[in-house]
């Protein structure tokens, strides 16, 4: 029977090739989205295994952020760039659940998630969402969840301001258009809690320090960041 899958596995795949969604080379069997040489060259940054990171220090200052890390670097041309474009301007929406199941684990295994009661997607305008058909911190943060089993809550942070795109802004700019963008709805479902904040990519850090600032605001105890990749500025 297995016998029989493969060989019609095979077929479809040579009609309908599954290509690596980072580097565009065909995929092979038991190989999901991603193939194994892109899921081994993608550099990973390590920021979960020191509290004194890179990332961690960006917030310094800034708001109270318990710990932050991000999978990879968000460099020209990286493997990881690509598939972020793919997943938010393609619609492929399998490789944010995908790797959020990958960094999941890494999470998970090495205890950066261990005292966390909530994670909570960084959330897009209603507006931009609709346009867009999803949220993709939403789907990363959903493979987080499912590898780690910590409680998903996409509803009570909200954006209640549409700002304009970050691209091209300076730091001051962009902090200044996302400043007052969120509300927490229902802030007795943060209530001591230790949250963590799930990004795709964080550059500035201004989006991730509004969101941090409502939810120490309105009760949670600690709140944590996580994103795919980070692109420090």
């Known amino acids: 029977m297995n016998y029989l899958y493969d060989l019609w596995d095979d077929l479809i795949s040579l009609l309908f090739p599954r290509l690596c969604q980072a580097c565009g080379n065909h995929l092979v069997r038991n190989e999901k989205l991603i193939c194994t040489e892109c899921h081994i060259l993608i550099p990973r940054t390590n920021f979960h295994l020191e509290d004194d990171n890179p990332l961690a220090r960006l917030f310094w200052g800034r708001c109270k952020m318990e710990r932050a890390a991000a999978f990879s670097f968000y460099n020209r041309d990286s493997r990881i760039r690509r598939l972020i474009h793919n997943l938010k301007y393609r619609g492929i929406q399998e490789i944010g659940i995908e790797l959020g199941r990958i960094y999941g684990v890494i999470l998970f295994d090495s205890g950066f998630t261990e005292d966390i009661d909530i994670i909570v997607p960084v959330p897009l305008h209603p ?107």
């Open 127 to 233: 507006r931009r969402e609709r346009t867009r058909g999803f949220n993709q911190s939403s789907l990363i943060a959903l493979g987080i969840s499912e590898v780690s089993g910590i409680a998903l809550d996409t509803v009570s942070l909200q954006r209640v301001v549409k700002a304009s795109t970050q691209t091209k802004k300076s730091r001051y700019e962009r902090w200044k258009n996302v400043e007052n963008s969120f509300l927490v709805r229902d802030p007795a479902s943060f209530l001591g809690k230790h949250i963590l904040l799930v990004d795709d990519v964080i550059t500035t850090g201004s989006t991730i320090e509004s969101c941090v600032n409502e939810l120490i605001g309105s009760g949670a105890q600690k709140v944590s960041a996580a994103a795919l990749a980070a692109a420090l500025l």
